[in-house]
C-alpha cells in the first residue's frame, strides 16, 4: 500500500502541469526538478527527472487524465494548485526565480482507510536548452 501512495504522490506532482498562467520569471529549457518525498512512518525519497518547461507551460507535464486541476492562481512568479483525484487530494506551490525553482506540496490520501498528509519539496534549476 505504501509504494501505491508514493505512485500517487508522484502523479500529483507530474499532473499539477497544463497550467495557463501569467508568466513567471523563468528562462525557458531544459530543466533537472527533484523532489523530496516525506511520508509518515517511511524513511523520505528523492527522485529527479527532466523536463522542458517554457513560460507558456512552466511545470512538468503528464498525460493522466483521472485527476483534476482547481484553483490555479498566478502571483508574481508564484504558482498555487489544488489538484482532485479519486483517491487523493494536493494542494502545491511554485516559485521561479529565472534559472531556478523552489516549491512544494501537500497531498492527502487514505492508507488502510485512515488519511494521511505526505508532504513534498521540490527543487529545479535550468540545465541547457530543449533537446528536439
Not at 508568466?23 to 529549457?29: F, L, R, S
Not at 523532489?35 to 525519497?45: A, E, Q
Not at 482532485?84 to 523552489?102: F, H, I, P
Request: aromatic share 6%; with cysteine; proline share 5%.
Amino acid at each position: 500500500m505504501r509504494k501505491g501512495v508514493y505512485i500517487i504522490a508522484t502523479l500529483l506532482f507530474l499532473l499539477f502541469a497544463g497550467l495557463s498562467f501569467a508568466a513567471p520569471n523563468m528562462e525557458d529549457g531544459l530543466w533537472e526538478i527533484t523532489s523530496t518525498i516525506d511520508m509518515p512512518g517511511m524513511p523520505s525519497r528523492s527522485f529527479t527527472n527532466t523536463s522542458c518547461l517554457t513560460k507558456e507551460k512552466a511545470v512538468p507535464q503528464t498525460t493522466d487524465s483521472s485527476c483534476t486541476l482547481k484553483d490555479v492562481k498566478t502571483q508574481g512568479d508564484t504558482v498555487t494548485w489544488t489538484v482532485v483525484c479519486k483517491e487523493a487530494t494536493s494542494k502545491g506551490r511554485v516559485t521561479y526565480a529565472r534559472t531556478t525553482m523552489e516549491g512544494a506540496f501537500e497531498t492527502t490520501v487514505k492508507s488502510e482507510g485512515q488519511p494521511m498528509t505526505i508532504k513534498s519539496i521540490m527543487k529545479g534549476k535550468r540545465i541547457g536548452p530543449c533537446n528536439k
